[in-house]
C-alpha cells in the first residue's frame, strides 16, 4: 500500500529553524517532492529531491534518505508569511501517480 | 502568463445532477492531474492524463470520468453527485522539471 506520514502540527518563532519530517512506504519511487500551501490556496512547489542527499534553495532545503524512506523540509529564519502547510508527495514509479501526505499545519509565532 | 485555471470556482448542486468542473493550462503541459483535498486526508489523486487521449486511474477514481481530447484541457466529469463527493478540487500540469502547477481550486458541495 501507500502510506506518507507527517506530523499534523508545529509551532515556532519568527526568525528560528524547524524541520518538518516526512516519511514514506510507497509501491515505488520516482521521487519527492514538498509544496506549501496557505489557507485557501493552491499548493505552490517548492522542491523535488530524487538522489539522497541535501538540496538547498534559499531559506528552504529539503533532505532525502531513500534507504530510510525518509525526508525533511528545513526552513531557516522562519518568517510570519511562512505559516502555512508542507504537504509532502511521492511520486510512483507507475506512470506518474502522485501520492501526498496529509500536510503538516506550520505557525509561525512572533 | 503561465497558469491553470479551473471553472467554476464554486458551486452547489444536488445528488444526482451531472456536472463538469473544466480545467485548461495555457503552458502546453503533456501531463494533467485532477486531486481532491478533504481535511486529513490530504491531496489525493483521482486521474492523470499523460497526454492527449491517455488517461489512467489516480487512487480515488470512483465516481469521476475525465477526458483529454486536446493538450490544453482536462475536465473533470461527476456523471450522479453524491455528498461523499463535497470536497475541494484542484487541477494540476506538470513542467518537464517534474514541478506541478495547481489551479486556484474548485470549491464543490453536493447536497
Known amino acids: 500500500g501507500q502510506n506518507i506520514d507527517q506530523p499534523t502540527e508545529m509551532t515556532a518563532t519568527e526568525g528560528a529553524i524547524v524541520q518538518i519530517n516526512c516519511t514514506y512506504q510507497?509501491?515505488?519511487?520516482?521521487?519527492l517532492f514538498w509544496y506549501q500551501q496557505h489557507a485557501g490556496e493552491a499548493p505552490t512547489f517548492l522542491s523535488y529531491n530524487v538522489l539522497d542527499g541535501l538540496e538547498e534553495k534559499g531559506r528552504f532545503s529539503s533532505f532525502l534518505s531513500r534507504s530510510k524512506g525518509y525526508s525533511y523540509l528545513l526552513l531557516k529564519e522562519l518568517q510570519m508569511k511562512d505559516s502555512a502547510s508542507y504537504l509532502c508527495?511521492?511520486?510512483?514509479?507507475?506512470?506518474?501517480?502522485?501520492?501526498f501526505g496529509p500536510g503538516t499545519r506550520l505557525s509561525v509565532l512572533p | 502568463e503561465a497558469q491553470v485555471t479551473q471553472n467554476p470556482r464554486y458551486l452547489i448542486t444536488v445528488t444526482g445532477k451531472k456536472l463538469t468542473v473544466t480545467c485548461s493550462q495555457n503552458m502546453n503541459h503533456e501531463y494533467m492531474s485532477w486531486y481532491r483535498q478533504d481535511p486529513g486526508l490530504g491531496l489525493r489523486q483521482i486521474y492523470y492524463s499523460m497526454n492527449v487521449e491517455v488517461t489512467d486511474k489516480g487512487d480515488v477514481p470512483e465516481g469521476y470520468k475525465v477526458s483529454r481530447k486536446e493538450k490544453r484541457n482536462f475536465p473533470l466529469i461527476l456523471e450522479s453527485p453524491s455528498p461523499n463527493q463535497t470536497s475541494l478540487y484542484f487541477c494540476a500540469s506538470l513542467t518537464q522539471d517534474n514541478e506541478q502547477f495547481f489551479g486556484p481550486g474548485t470549491r464543490l458541495t453536493v447536497l
Open positions: 510507497t509501491s515505488g519511487f520516482n521521487g
Open positions: 508527495a511521492v511520486e510512483d514509479n507507475y506512470g506518474q501517480n502522485f501520492v
